[in-house]
């Protein structure tokens, strides 16, 4: 991790490695260049069990190209990002649901794209409330962000809850992207029109667009997941910029205090 200041303007949590570049990159830039202080926090960026294997996991590292140390890779691709991006990162222990065993009898319990976009195993419940005791211990700040959840993944579901658990009313929501862009799945969250949400629009200058599309791309072995390539990245992460005239974070009215 980098050497971690007492204050930060702004704390960014996300699930995986990919996530704040891909959600948020446009304003953390914007936040840095501007002279504050960012932190992104990865909460699933542990190494694997040395018995998680089977067949989903070797699919998804075949599509990454990475064959030895995947999640050490993948922690010095968000190195880079966090760099490109101004922010200092803390990368934590816990495993990604790909990885994760249940503890009752050391099976696998998500096997397939299908149990990632589901519901969170039922065993990983107690996982909530200890994120949610490392999630108060991080440093002072002005704002903290979460993943909105849109797209469903496990491992979103996981940290907004244990956010929700720790920070309260306080919590700011970002918009989970690519997902948010896919026909809807942001409203299977929060309604259309949506009901207890209020959004603010981050406007992003030609630079902050240009300093996410390089930290997103910083993630090498994630691109093939949702671009083609770096034409389609940039078409892709500039319209939706223009669609929302920027980035989205969100505020659950219903729960502010």
């Known amino acids: 991790m980098t050497h971690l200041t007492r204050f930060y303007d702004a704390i960014y949590l996300a699930p995986h490695l990919d996530d704040a570049a891909l959600s948020c990159g446009g304003q953390i830039a914007n936040r840095t260049r501007a002279g504050q202080r960012v932190l992104i926090v990865t909460v699933m960026a542990g190494d694997p069990p040395t018995d998680a294997e089977n067949d989903y996991i070797r699919s998804l590292h075949a599509r990454w190209e990475l064959e030895r140390d995947v999640v050490a890779q993948r922690r010095a691709e968000d190195i880079a990002a966090c760099a490109l991006l101004g922010a200092d990162y803390l990368h934590w222990s816990i495993p990604d649901c790909i990885y994760r065993l249940n503890p009752a009898d050391g099976a696998p319990m998500y096997l397939s794209d299908d149990d990632i976009f589901g519901d969170v195993h039922p065993a990983e419940q107690p996982l909530v ?45 970002y918009e989970d992207y690519p997902y948010a862009q896919q026909p809807g799945k942001l409203a299977a969250v929060i309604g259309d029109p949506p009901t207890g949400w209020r959004p603010t629009v981050v406007p992003l200058t030609d630079a902050d667009l240009a300093a996410k599309i390089e930290a997103i791309l910083a993630f090498r072995s994630q691109l093939s997941t949702f671009f083609t390539d770096r034409a389609d990245l940039e078409r892709q992460v500039k319209g939706y910029a223009a669609l929302v005239s920027g980035e989205r974070v969100w505020r659950n009215m219903g729960s502010a205090a």
């Open 129 to 173: 409330a200890a994120i949610a005791r490392q999630l108060a211990a991080l440093p002072a700040h002005g704002q903290c962000y979460a993943p909105l959840t849109v797209g469903h993944h496990v491992d979103h579901l996981l940290v907004a809850a244990a956010a929700r658990l720790a920070l309260g009313a306080r919590l700011l929501y």
